[in-house]
């Protein structure tokens, strides 16, 4: 995902000469062609993920559409004050896109982990934040927030992201959309777990007389509450499922909009629970430790079944 992207990031930047590339000593072996073709608008402001912060304020006052780029924990919880304060406080066009969603970076243990990202950010006023499923949605989104002025967020995975859709759309921030649609339960998915998701409904579609529809929601904020109210409405149980905190993310927003409508429906979310996971491994390991492997997410989802049997 991070490939596609700078990919794009680097082809519209020769569009426009005001897309600056801020980051935080990261991006190597990533960002070499920006910065070669655009020396003056790349600054790696080193590991000051604050001050970078501040750096990308100043030049977004001055006119500047401003992309800083870090690993999630880094980029967000390291510098919230900053965020609030400099950026969403004065509404500022700045981009900030984090990698490593999730459990992307399990190996480096649980300060590299980004479970509570959504939550924080999609706290703050005047922000927009992104979560696309998989590197066509990513340049999509990359596309539409740059087209987009004022604040966002663009949650990225890390590396290798299979596509789950089979070729470009029509991407709208704020919409959601169908993976393939279902009379019986509806899945809401962020992020790229949610391809775990789409296999798991595969298995217990041909093992049991069930029609399961799936929805991708690459924005959190704003959040496609149409499409929510037309599940609730035409389908039995909505689950949600995301790659981070049962508080505060997906799951939280979804419940939000079910709570204040008129629908009475079995709503259930699947996410990481509320704790530090203090395993250290791959991502799949340590999905599979917390819930999110195929397997679990299969029985989880067939637990629902039997609920509205």
Do not use: W
């Not at 000469?17 to 000593?25: M, V």
């Not at 967020?153 to 596509?163: D, F, I, P, V």
């Amino acid at each position: 995902m991070r490939t596609a992207f700078i990919k794009i990031l680097t082809e519209l930047a020769r569009e426009d000469k005001n897309i600056y590339l801020l980051t935080g000593d990261l991006g190597f072996s990533v960002f070499e062609e920006f910065a070669q073709k655009f020396p003056k608008r790349y600054i790696n402001c080193g590991v000051a993920e604050q001050n970078m912060i501040g750096v990308a304020a100043g030049l977004a006052l001055n006119g500047k559409k401003v992309v800083v780029y870090s690993i999630v924990p880094f980029v967000t919880m390291r510098c919230f004050e900053q965020i609030r304060n400099d950026i969403c406080l004065q509404n500022l066009d700045v981009k900030i896109v984090g990698v490593g969603g999730g459990f992307s970076y399990g190996a480096l243990g649980s300060t590299h982990h980004a479970i509570e990202d959504l939550a924080i950010m999609r706290s703050l006023p005047n922000i927009t934040v992104l979560c696309p499923a998989d590197p066509i949605e990513t340049e999509l989104a990359v596309r539409a927030m740059l087209k987009l002025k004022g604040p966002t967020y663009l949650r990225l995975g890390k590396s290798k992201e299979e596509n789950i859709h089979l070729k470009p759309f029509k991407f709208q921030i704020g919409k959601a959309n169908f993976i393939k649609k279902g009379k019986d339960i509806t899945i809401i998915g962020i992020g790229p777990i949610l391809k775990n998701a789409i296999l798991a409904v595969k298995t217990l579609e041909k093992q049991y007389d069930i029609s399961i529809g799936i929805i991708s929601m690459p924005t959190l904020k704003p959040l496609d509450k149409n499409i929510v109210l037309k599940a609730a409405k035409e389908t039995k149980a909505i689950l949600t499922i995301e790659e981070h905190s049962l508080v505060g993310g997906l799951g939280s927003a979804v419940a939000e909009i079910l709570a204040e409508s008129k629908y009475k429906i079995l709503f259930r979310r699947i996410a990481l629970p509320d704790k530090f996971c203090k395993e250290v491994g791959n991502q799949e390991y340590l999905r599979e430790k917390n819930g999110l492997s195929i397997t679990e997410i299969t029985g989880n989802i067939l637990n629902y079944i039997k609920e509205i049997k």
